[in-house]
């Protein structure tokens, strides 16, 4: 009786096995570099040192400067003028960025070590400060404008109420705008430290980089360009154009100063996320060796920007006579400063009722 469970025949594939038994030769593969990944790149420690003290100085500047700023124009017993108001909101946006500098400065050597809560309240504040400065800037070439190149009395009971109701509103834009920053966490790196960044989700991460780069770079520096480079261009002409118009409007020295002040730190930045963005986005063919250069040029030129922070006090130091002579009279009376003749403390050039009472 024959077992149903054994075969009654069987298969013999060694002959075949043989045949097919041959070895790869793997030595002729080129890899494309194109499809490898580029090495993360880490700044040696001598940067990182230098970096680190670097923010550490910007902190020390700016806390003081700024508040001397904002104590000199808050204090001042004159009517605020609106570009004064606005200048004592953009010192207290600085404010707002220099407190973060700390928290960056330890990052860069040591990592993130502060947690995902204080990561998110830090981003937060710096976007905060970011959108809210420029948006001031831009309210303060407006005013210029409407003030000089419109004659708009400056003086008027509605253009206070007013402007205190666009610095209302530009705190409340800056704050939406900076709402992303909420999305910001705490996570470990490739190098095992932890970094406080956004964290995308890869099926939708080029979706959302490029949603918020866009609202960035629009509404943070584009948009806000557009409108004060022809308010300005308009304005100067206009008091080129006036026998000594440029000379009475001292203060015109100062605001232009401040935007320009601004541009040089913040535009490289914009700049280096734009093609850190076309790189990201398949846009632009890129290499690791562009890879790398776009991330370096991004950290230097973030810092660079964070250096605007203590800007503004030193230009109005240098530039602002009129804020000079405000706080040396604060100074005497704290009785800092020893007085000086009285014929030296009014000295002071003819003035229309259009300049900046403090600047």
Not at 95 to 108: D, E, G, H, K, Y
Not at 248 to 271: D, E, G, S
Not at 274 to 292: I, N, P, S
Not at 315 to 334: D, I, P, T
């Given at each position: 009786?024959?077992?149903?469970?054994?075969?009654?025949?069987?298969?013999?594939?060694?002959?075949?096995?043989?045949?097919?038994?041959?070895?790869?030769?793997?030595?002729?593969?080129?890899?494309?570099?194109?499809?490898?990944?580029?090495?993360?790149?880490?700044?040696?420690?001598?940067?990182?040192?230098?970096?680190?003290?670097?923010?550490?100085?910007?902190?020390?500047?700016?806390?003081?400067?700024?508040?001397?700023?904002?104590?000199?124009?808050?204090?001042?017993?004159?009517?605020?003028?609106?570009?004064?108001?606005?200048?004592?909101?953009?010192?207290?946006?600085?404010?707002?960025l220099a407190i973060?500098?700390?928290?960056?400065?330890?990052?860069?050597?040591?990592?993130?070590?502060?947690?995902?809560?204080?990561?998110?309240?830090?981003?937060?504040?710096?976007?905060?400060?970011?959108?809210?400065?420029?948006?001031?800037?831009?309210?303060?070439?407006?005013?210029?404008?409407?003030?000089?190149?419109?004659?708009?009395?400056?003086?008027?009971?509605?253009?206070?109420?007013?402007?205190?109701?666009?610095?209302?509103?530009?705190?409340?834009?800056?704050?939406?705008?900076?709402?992303?920053?909420f999305f910001s966490?705490?996570?470990?790196?490739?190098?095992?430290?932890?970094?406080?960044?956004?964290?995308?989700?890869?099926?939708?991460?080029?979706?959302?980089?490029?949603?918020?780069?866009?609202?960035?770079h629009a509404l943070?520096?584009?948009?806000?360009?557009?409108?004060?480079?022809?308010?300005?261009?308009?304005?100067?002409?206009?008091?080129?154009?006036?026998?000594?118009?440029?000379?009475?409007?001292?203060?015109?020295?100062?605001?232009?100063?401040?935007?320009?002040?601004?541009?040089?730190?913040?535009?490289?930045?914009?700049?280096?996320?734009?093609?850190?963005?076309?790189?990201?986005?398949?846009?632009?063919?890129?290499?690791?060796?562009?890879?790398?250069?776009?991330?370096?040029?991004?950290?230097?030129?973030?810092?660079?920007?964070?250096?605007?922070?203590?800007?503004?006090?030193?230009?109005?130091?240098?530039?602002?006579?009129?804020?000079?002579?405000?706080?040396?009279?604060?100074?005497?009376?704290?009785?800092?400063?020893?007085?000086?003749?009285?014929?030296?403390?009014?000295?002071?050039?003819?003035?229309?009722?259009?300049?900046?009472?403090?600047?």
């Amino acid at each position: 009786m024959t077992d149903l469970n054994t075969p009654s025949f069987s298969l013999d594939f060694s002959s075949a096995y043989e045949e097919l038994n041959f070895t790869y030769n793997y030595t002729d593969f080129i890899p494309n570099p194109a499809t490898q990944p580029c090495d993360t790149y880490s700044f040696p420690d001598t940067v990182t040192l230098v970096v680190c003290v670097f923010y550490v100085s910007i902190f020390l500047l700016a806390i003081p400067g700024n508040l001397v700023v904002g104590l000199v124009i808050g204090l001042s017993k004159q009517p605020l003028t609106p570009s004064d108001l606005y200048l004592l909101h953009l010192a207290v946006a600085d404010l707002l960025l220099a407190i973060t500098l700390p928290f960056w400065a330890t990052s860069v050597t040591q990592g993130w070590v502060f947690g995902d809560a204080m990561c998110k309240v830090v981003t937060v504040l710096q976007e905060l400060s970011f959108y809210s400065s420029i948006l001031f800037l831009t309210c303060i070439s407006m005013d210029r404008y409407m003030v000089i190149v419109r004659a708009i009395e400056a003086r008027r009971a509605n253009r206070q109420v007013f402007s205190w109701a666009v610095c209302g509103g530009v705190w409340v834009v800056g704050g939406l705008l900076s709402l992303p920053g909420f999305f910001s966490s705490s996570f470990p790196s490739q190098n095992s430290t932890h970094i406080c960044a956004v964290q995308y989700n890869p099926e939708s991460a080029d979706e959302w980089r490029l949603a918020t780069r866009v609202l960035r770079h629009a509404l943070g520096f584009i948009i806000p360009l557009v409108i004060m480079l022809p308010c300005y261009g308009v304005t100067i002409q206009r008091l080129l154009h006036i026998r000594g118009g440029f000379q009475r409007q001292r203060a015109m020295r100062v605001i232009v100063c401040v935007v320009v002040a601004f541009l040089l730190c913040w535009t490289p930045y914009h700049i280096a996320v734009m093609a850190d963005t076309f790189f990201r986005l398949k846009f632009v063919y890129y290499g690791c060796q562009e890879r790398m250069a776009v991330d370096q040029a991004m950290f230097a030129t973030q810092s660079l920007g964070l250096l605007h922070s203590c800007v503004n006090p030193v230009l109005y130091a240098f530039v602002g006579e009129k804020f000079r002579r405000k706080l040396q009279q604060k100074m005497r009376k704290m009785g800092i400063m020893e007085r000086v003749s009285v014929s030296r403390i009014s000295r002071s050039s003819i003035s229309s009722e259009i300049t900046s009472t403090v600047m």
